[in-house]
């Protein structure tokens, strides 16, 4: 069953496992605050358990799960419209990821570039939990049958794996239960990459902090990022065409467009032909200008941290009366023993 005959519903995560970037700001926060006002009813997730796939210090874990919810707040996502959770307050997200453990084939799982990315050369040695990340994943999504999921494009590999579990689930068990998710990847920030090297994307665990602007950095030192930003010599072309080649040129191009909500070909018709040395203070103020009032609302948000988890408790509860009964059913349709759905 495709997910047109499930009443629409989105759901996304974002791990709390470091400062938030400019990635995750025009990769999902933006946009998840954009589609706020399209009626849909949205869940977002602080993926704490996800966080855990590699050691976090707790007293680290408990205020970045703070701040990613002060970001989600301060970027526009209002608590009373759409749900706002911690994976770990909604234990179905758990329980349905040990199923889809046992859905999953081994040799999907092998093929994660994430995983291999992450793991890199030391996969003997990364936790279990890494490894099935996917599976934990889909059960976010799919414990809410959420139809819809706005991501960057570097999650795209899992949402396709999402499909498959929902897939081959429901061919196991002869079933229609859950539906075959869409991936929402669109706008001009889908990948918003490194300001050192515009081949690898922008990405909290990048050792250098030269190479993202962080949702906390003041604006002197958003300034001198976009400043210190590599580049090439050449001006900036007229179309956009002539960006293909220039990876560094591109990313700063897609970065001013997605905060200007315009398009590339916009901001060439205004830079195109223009040095560097006039883009980039360009850039830096329209940084600035966006990220500066978020920047001070989260600070604000998270003097509050009471207020904060109160959101995150009643969100929890909002969460589960959509996925205990989804969790109830699915178990049901397995043969467990359990209260008559
Ligand atoms: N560079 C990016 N461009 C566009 N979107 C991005 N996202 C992440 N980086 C970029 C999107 O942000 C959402 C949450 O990401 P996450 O924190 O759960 O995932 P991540 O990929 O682990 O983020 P990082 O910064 O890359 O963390 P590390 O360094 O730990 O791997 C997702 O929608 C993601 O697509």
Redesign the pocket.
Known sequence: MSSASFTPRVF????P??DL?L??Y???LKRFADAQNQGIEAVYCM?DM?AIT?WQNPEDLRRSTRELCAGFIASGIDPEKSILINQSQVPEHAQLAWVFNCVARIGWMNRMT?FKD?AGKNAEKASLGLYAYPSLMAADILVYHATHV??????KQHLELTRDIAAKFNHDYGVDFFPITEPVIEGT?????SLRDGSK??????PSDMSRINMTDDADTIAKKIRKAKTDPEPLPDTVDALKDRPEARNLVNIYAALDNCTQADVLATYGGKQFGTFKPALADLAVARMSPITQEMARLMDDPAEIDRILALGAVRAREITTPILRQTYDIIGMVGPAV
């Open positions: 996304s995560g974002i791990q496992s470091g970037h990635g995750n025009l990769g999902a993926v996800h590699v994430q992450k706005p991501v960057g494009e570097d999650q920030a889908t990948r918003v990459m994307k922008m990405s909290k665990s990048d």
